[in-house]
Nanobody, 124 residues
Framework: QVQLVESGGGLVQPGGSLRLSCAAS????????MGWFRQAPGKEREFVAA????????YYADSVKGRFTISRDNAKNTVYLQMNSLKPEDTAVYYC?????????????????WGKGTLVTVSS
């Protein structure tokens, strides 16, 4: 059974940092794109960042470029999202996800696997 388990969310002040983790299990993700989406209250779920497990190539939404960094640890089967210079508009539930098709993944179309999410609140 495939599981994606997020951790690391919480309350942080504007300008602060958090690191999210996504522990993956249940299959080999060698040919997968893995990454993060977020959903703020009253808004649609949106793409944040992705990493190709096999090559390490990274992709970001324009809204987080230069502030967020996605990475992976092959040995731990874990994907991370380092979030710096956080803004109130980054407040959302952050979901880990995985799919074999990068283009569809970034479009949030028919994604194979989802985690249950972790809440990030940016507020003073």
């Amino acid at each position: 059974q495939v599981q994606l388990v997020e951790s690391g969310g919480g309350l942080v002040q504007p300008g602060g940092s958090l690191r999210l983790s996504c522990a993956a299990s249940g299959r080999t993700f060698r040919n997968y794109a893995m990454g993060w989406f977020r959903q703020a209250p009253g808004k649609e779920r949106e793409f944040v960042a992705a990493v190709m497990w096999s090559t390490g190539n990274r992709y970001y939404a324009d809204s987080v470029k230069g502030r967020f960094t996605i990475s992976r640890d092959n040995a731990k089967n874990t994907v991370y999202l380092q979030m710096n210079s956080l803004k109130p508009e980054d407040t959302a539930v952050y979901y880990c996800a995985a799919d074999t098709d990068l283009v569809l993944f970034m479009r949030n179309y028919g994604i194979d696997y989802w985690g249950k999410g972790t809440l990030v609140t940016v507020s003073s």
